[in-house]
């Protein structure tokens, strides 16, 4: 299996930044889309940024403006560089990869699409 380990939250104040990275175990980073979601307490899981194999991207609206998503393949890393934060940005974040097998054309935000999850890394913004 893919295995995909977080790194970069912390706790910031309102209108800090962050920048999230997540290394995968994939020999080929390239052929997958990523993405990260955010999960807070009592809430659904939520997709906040994705990215295809071509390097097209997709945000949620709420975060669009202020995220910022991207990849080095040649380290297998996606980053998310998230700026502008507020309170409400305060969750668990989680990075997450599509399955072997296909070239991935189109970076979805639904958690069904996508087979690999790490741990994640805690973001808290207090105002």
């Known amino acids: 299996q893919v295995q995909l380990m977080e790194s970069g939250g912390g706790s910031v104040q309102a209108g800090g930044s962050l920048k999230l990275s997540c290394t995968s175990s994939?020999?080929?980073?390239?052929?997958?889309?990523l993405a990260w979601f955010r999960q807070g307490p009592g809430r659904e899981r939520e997709g906040v940024a994705a990215?295809?194999?071509?390097?097209?991207?997709n945000y949620a609206d709420s975060v669009k403006g202020r995220f910022t998503i991207s990849k080095d393949n040649a380290k297998n890393t996606v980053y998310l560089q998230v700026n502008s934060l507020k309170p409400e940005d305060t969750a668990m974040y989680y990075c997450?990869?599509?399955?072997?097998?296909?070239?991935?054309?189109?970076?979805?935000?639904?958690?069904?699409?996508?087979?690999?999850w790490g741990q994640g890394t805690q973001v808290t913004v207090s105002s």
């Open positions: 994939t020999s080929s980073q390239r052929t997958h889309c």
């Open positions: 997450a990869i599509t399955g072997v097998g296909r070239t991935c054309m189109v970076a979805e935000l639904s958690p069904d699409e996508y087979n690999y």
């Open positions: 990215i295809a194999s071509d390097g097209t991207t």
